[in-house]
């Protein structure tokens, strides 16, 4: 079941991340928001393979969520990065029209 979740989750995030992808993509191509869409357009396309990097550098008995959130309260700047840019993720699809 636990592999069940997993790759639910990473379908889900995929699927999201192509959609911020295609969204950035016309918001640029209308001519809105263009630094903020380009911006987006490259950090998603990084992300999802830094988030990998991360995940691969986790002990294998140890959750994702738990071994992000150890790091994110240890102060590791993988997680501080990975945390910071998917908030900006968020507020950009609450600010984009």
Do not use: C, Q
């Not at 790759?7 to 640029?28: D, M, P, Q």
């Not at 790091?71 to 029209?97: I, P, Q, T």
Request: aromatic fraction near 18%; charged fraction near 10%.
């Amino acid at each position: 079941m636990d592999s069940l979740f997993s790759i639910l989750g990473w379908s889900l995030y995929v699927l999201l991340a192509a959609v911020t992808l295609i969204k950035a993509f016309i918001t640029v191509l209308n001519g809105k928001k263009l630094i903020s869409s380009s911006f987006v357009s490259g950090l998603i396309m990084i992300l999802p393979l830094t988030l990998f990097l991360f995940i691969m550098n986790r002990p294998v008995d140890m959750g994702v969520l738990n071994y992000f959130w150890e790091e994110l309260l240890e102060g590791a700047w993988s997680a501080r990065y990975l945390a910071f840019f998917h908030l900006y993720l968020v507020l950009w699809w609450l600010h984009v029209k």
